[in-house]
């Protein structure tokens, strides 16, 4: 990968999981025993930290966790891959956001419950807050955010990094139908899923021809640039030319592979596109490699633990 030009800002959500495998789910009431369990570090915030700073590239976090036994170890996760962590605040008398999951092994279906907890804390007086961290990036300067906090200090980050000149990109995922879209007008970058996109555009995107749409659809709504993930199909790259109404549209196919864990592959796209733009790749080589990037992603079980590092992916001859 090219030398790292550009630090990336991510301002967004640090949730911890816990995962139950059972041999079925309980019913109400019931209480049943539990076949393994695991916890990892997640949220879509620290997920795409995580991604981007794998690859190298300069990362900082702002994002709270509560004053109980998550916070280290989600601190932790994001620190051993080189994200830097000091605008990540302890909220005292609060928890760390929490994915309880339960995951029936008999169909592989899951049931999740997220308490966001101290995510809930983070508020547009957190993004005023947190100026000089996205300040001292610049124009030279990502903001990453996701929709995992409150809308109001997503868009206030978003407002602050427009002012300051720095390229905004929005996953607005996990995908919710109430989303604020008013922040769109501060966004550079868009890049939804297939759900993501029916909640932004009301366009279901299961295919290119769909993703095109929706993508055409949310460029009228203020980023310069829109993809659109397709799951085993890759992903679609929409690019407004600066000054002039043409889009220019390109599909990037993923190579067929055997999923076994697809979680936190969108994260895992995010992170790296953001990377590898940052490093000074153009955007749709950036889109081409960040599409294979997380294709590998999805042949490791687990979400952070399933990213590939810069050294990895150089010994794999990528
Ligand atoms: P999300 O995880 O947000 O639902 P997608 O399912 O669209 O996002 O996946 C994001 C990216 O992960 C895709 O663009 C692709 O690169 C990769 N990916 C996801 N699922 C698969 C799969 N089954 N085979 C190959 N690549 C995949």
């Given at each position: 990968?090219?030398?790292?030009?550009?630090?990336?800002?991510v301002?967004?959500?640090?949730?911890?999981?816990?995962?139950?495998?059972t041999?079925?789910?309980?019913?109400?009431?019931?209480?049943?025993?539990?076949?393994?369990?695991?916890?990892?570090?997640?949220?879509?915030?620290?997920?795409?930290?995580?991604?981007?700073?794998?690859?190298?590239?300069?990362?900082?976090?702002?994002?709270?966790?509560?004053?109980?036994?998550?916070?280290?170890?989600?601190?932790?996760?994001?620190?051993?891959?080189?994200?830097?962590?000091?605008?990540?605040?302890?909220?005292?008398?609060?928890?760390?956001?929490?994915?309880?999951?339960?995951?029936?092994?008999?169909?592989?279906?899951?049931?999740?419950?997220?308490?966001?907890?101290?995510?809930?804390?983070?508020?547009?007086?957190?993004?005023?807050?947190?100026?000089?961290?996205?300040?001292?990036f610049?124009?030279?300067?990502?903001?990453?955010?996701?929709?995992?906090?409150?809308?109001?200090?997503?868009?206030?980050?978003?407002?602050?990094?427009?002012?300051?000149?720095?390229?905004?990109?929005?996953?607005?995922?996990?995908?919710?139908?109430?989303?604020?879209?008013?922040?769109?007008a501060?966004?550079?970058?868009?890049?939804?899923?297939?759900?993501?996109?029916?909640?932004?555009?009301?366009?279901?995107?299961?295919n290119?021809?769909q993703?095109?749409?929706?993508?055409?659809?949310?460029l009228?709504?203020?980023p310069?640039?829109?993809?659109?993930?397709?799951?085993?199909?890759g992903?679609l790259?929409?690019?407004?030319?600066?000054g002039?109404?043409?889009?220019?549209?390109?599909?990037?196919?993923?190579?067929?592979?055997?999923?076994?864990?697809?979680?936190?592959?969108?994260?895992?796209?995010?992170?790296?596109?953001?990377?590898?733009?940052?490093?000074?790749i153009?955007?749709k080589?950036?889109?081409?490699?960040?599409?294979?990037?997380a294709?590998?992603s999805?042949?490791?079980?687990g979400?952070?633990?399933?990213?590939?590092?810069?050294?990895?992916?150089?010994?794999?001859?990528?």
């Amino acid at each position: 990968m090219a030398q790292n030009r550009k630090k990336i800002v991510v301002f967004g959500s640090i949730v911890h999981d816990l995962i139950s495998y059972t041999s079925r789910f309980p019913r109400p009431g019931e209480s049943i025993r539990g076949n393994s369990f695991h916890q990892g570090a997640g949220g879509k915030g620290a997920n795409q930290a995580v991604a981007a700073a794998l690859l190298g590239a300069n990362v900082a976090m702002i994002g709270k966790v509560g004053d109980d036994i998550f916070a280290d170890f989600n601190i932790a996760s994001m620190q051993k891959a080189g994200v830097e962590t000091s605008a990540v605040e302890k909220v005292a008398g609060s928890t760390t956001g929490t994915a309880t999951i339960t995951v029936s092994e008999a169909g592989g279906e899951n049931s999740i419950v997220v308490t966001l907890g101290a995510n809930l804390e983070m508020s547009p007086v957190t993004a005023e807050a947190a100026e000089t961290v996205i300040a001292s990036f610049r124009s030279a300067g990502i903001l990453l955010c996701q929709a995992e906090i409150p809308d109001a200090a997503t868009k206030k980050a978003f407002e602050i990094g427009k002012k300051r000149g720095v390229t905004t990109f929005l996953n607005p995922a996990p995908g919710d139908p109430h989303l604020d879209q008013s922040m769109l007008a501060f966004v550079d970058i868009i890049c939804v899923n297939e759900n993501e996109a029916k909640f932004i555009t009301g366009i279901a995107a299961p295919n290119p021809a769909q993703a095109e749409k929706a993508a055409r659809a949310m460029l009228e709504r203020g980023p310069m640039v829109a993809i659109v993930t397709l799951g085993p199909q890759g992903c679609l790259l929409a690019e407004r030319s600066d000054g002039s109404s043409e889009i220019v549209v390109s599909l990037l196919p993923a190579e067929s592979v055997t999923a076994v864990d697809t979680t936190g592959a969108g994260d895992c796209f995010c992170g790296s596109f953001v990377a590898l733009l940052a490093a000074g790749i153009p955007l749709k080589e950036a889109a081409r490699r960040a599409v294979m990037i997380a294709s590998l992603s999805v042949m490791r079980k687990g979400t952070q633990s399933s990213y590939s590092s810069r050294a990895e992916l150089t010994s794999s001859g990528f």
